[in-house]
């Protein structure tokens, strides 16, 4: 389905008259960050940030860059995912002590008001140059939010996860789509999984890369590759405001025909 990225424009509401008069409504933006009002944290506490510091690159210098990718705006996806004809938000707030942002949606629930959603994703700030690297990028694929997140630590390896959460109007939240979880290194098992919660299949691929090494720390002789493929039972919708488990998430496996 094509969807049509919407600029925020005035939005013609339903008349009181018989004759269906209209009358506008305009969000009020702060021309500061570029948000509506109604979508900034009220207390004040938490202010609206284009980005952190960090780096995707061992022991490199920090730099700053923005993690939720906006095409128009930098730190802010605009995007009228309810279609409703008025333009969402999703960005990143933080505390100003805080070395961690959190990730926030503000959908249009109806022509005047906004809702914030606190998702369960956070980003964290890095300002040392160090050997441990996390990154994480939040980009819009149609009414989708596409969630990555990876750590990588020197000489042992990391994890990288994908979350795809799209919109849904029945619901009026934004669903778990598919979730792909990756990890390798001396640290760590060489595993590559999806969770395909739309087509209801699971894909699990294992390696031996670094057990077939004595020297490493997942150093295992009895290790050997392998494919699974199977089926997912729907169980309970995951929201971007859960924490996803892939323990809980494992319980939906089991056996189908392909």
């Known amino acids: ?47 609206f940030i284009h980005g952190l510091v960090g780096s995707r690159q061992y022991n490199s210098e920090r730099r700053f860059y923005s993690p939720v990718q906006g095409k128009k705006m930098k730190g802010i996806i605009k995007h009228d995912f309810n279609h409703d004809g008025r333009a969402d938000y999703v960005f990143l707030e933080r505390k100003a002590s805080k070395q961690s942002a959190r990730l926030i949606a503000c959908i249009s629930n109806n022509q005047k008001n906004y809702q914030r959603i606190k998702t369960a994703y956070i980003a964290r700030e890095f300002t040392t140059r160090d050997n441990y690297v996390e990154y994480t990028s939040i980009i819009r ?44 290194g001396q640290a760590y098992p060489e595993i590559y999984q999806i969770f395909d919660m739309q087509g209801q299949r699971y894909s699990e691929e294992k390696g031996c890369t670094y057990a077939a090494d004595s020297a490493s720390i997942a150093y295992d002789p009895d290790c050997k590759p392998q494919k699974i493929k199977q089926c997912l039972r729907s169980d309970q919708v995951v929201f971007i405001t ?17």
Do not use: W
């Open 141 to 184: 694929k149609g009414d989708s939010l596409i969630i990555d997140n990876s750590n990588h630590a020197h000489n042992d390896g990391g994890e990288m996860r994908m979350a795809l959460f799209t919109y849904n109007q029945h619901r009026k939240a934004f669903t778990l789509r598919e979730y792909k979880y990756s990890s390798y």
């Open 1 to 47: 389905m094509k969807i049509i990225s919407i600029l925020s424009f005035l939005f013609s509401i339903i008349a009181l008259s018989a004759c269906n008069s209209a009358t506008t409504v305009k969000p009020t933006i702060n021309n500061t960050v570029g948000l509506p009002n109604a979508c900034i944290e009220p207390s004040g506490q938490y202010q």
């Open 242 to 258: 859960q924490h996803i488990n892939r323990e809980i998430l494992k319980k939906r496996i089991y056996s189908c025909h392909h």
